[in-house]
């Protein structure tokens, strides 16, 4: 696609699982591997965009020309991108954020004790891409949805209740797609549009999201 159509622009992406400990060794997680969220940085580098990677634990290298910040909670990943969401023009949250961290981190490892059933309390994380979509100064905001059932219903949803302009849907019941897979298959949501993107691989999937995504950001085209 065109190496010019994100020149000038900065992008902040938010890639990979976030980690939620409960004690120095334990923790609550998920399976994002980081894959889309990468991919999605280097086809928004090769579209001429600044950007800027805030990722979750991931087992991959950084794309060359990319600032990444590495990060491990959802409170640590709110705090990196609100630190550089100030100056972007786009913001895209592929990351895979736990809704839920342990309400306390033990200090030490936590022993096994006599009883069959152990209790963890959690409290509600913060909303990275609500949060950022409430900003005076809103980026045009992306969203992913991740979802088992009625996935356009329940991305259409969250379109509307964090504000985001576009969302972008994957069914992650499947395991040919989604977490951790190398391909992925999804429909591109905006409030009056629903674009199917077929099954390809998670970089050829992010040069098409780039060229919507700057499309429906200058608002020359309806993906
Ligand atoms: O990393 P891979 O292995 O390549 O897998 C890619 C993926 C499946 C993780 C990716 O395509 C994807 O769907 N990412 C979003 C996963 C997710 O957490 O979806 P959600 O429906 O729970 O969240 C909706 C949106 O809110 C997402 O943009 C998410 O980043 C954001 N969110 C969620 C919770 C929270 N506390 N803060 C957030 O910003």
Same mark, same amino acid.
């Given at each position: ?69 590495? !990060? ?10 609100? #630190?550089? &969401? /100030?100056?972007?023009? %786009? ?80 069914? !992650? ?10 391909? #992925?298959? &999804? /429909?591109?949501?905006? %409030? ?32």
């Amino acid at each position: 696609f065109d190496r010019g159509l994100l020149a000038g622009q900065h992008v902040v992406i938010t890639a990979g699982p976030t980690r939620e400990a409960i004690d120095p060794v334990r923790y609550i997680s998920n399976h994002s591997s980081g894959k889309m969220g990468y991919s999605l940085a280097e086809a928004a580098i090769d579209a001429g965009a600044q950007v800027t990677l805030i990722s979750g634990p991931v087992n991959l290298p950084a794309p060359a020309r990319c600032q990444r910040v590495m !990060v491990e909670s959802a409170e640590q990943m709110l705090e990196a991108s609100l #630190n550089h &969401v /100030s100056q972007c023009d %786009i913001f895209i949250a592929s990351a895979a954020v736990a809704d839920y961290r342990p309400a306390a981190i033990a200090e030490h490892k936590m022993k096994k004790g006599k009883e069959e059933i152990m209790e963890l309390h959690l409290v509600k994380n913060p909303d990275i891409v609500a949060t950022v979509a409430a900003l005076e100064n809103k980026p045009f905001t992306v969203g992913f949805a991740a979802e088992t059932k009625d996935v356009i219903g329940y991305a259409q949803g969250k379109l509307v209740r964090k504000n985001l302009d576009l969302i972008i849907a994957n069914d !992650v019941s499947r395991s040919d797609i989604g977490f951790n897979s190398d391909d #992925n298959a &999804v /429909s591109v949501i905006s %409030i009056d549009s629903i674009k199917e993107l077929p099954l390809c691989s998670k970089r050829q999937l992010a040069a098409k999201l780039v060229e919507i995504i700057a499309q429906a950001q200058t608002g020359s085209a309806k993906p």
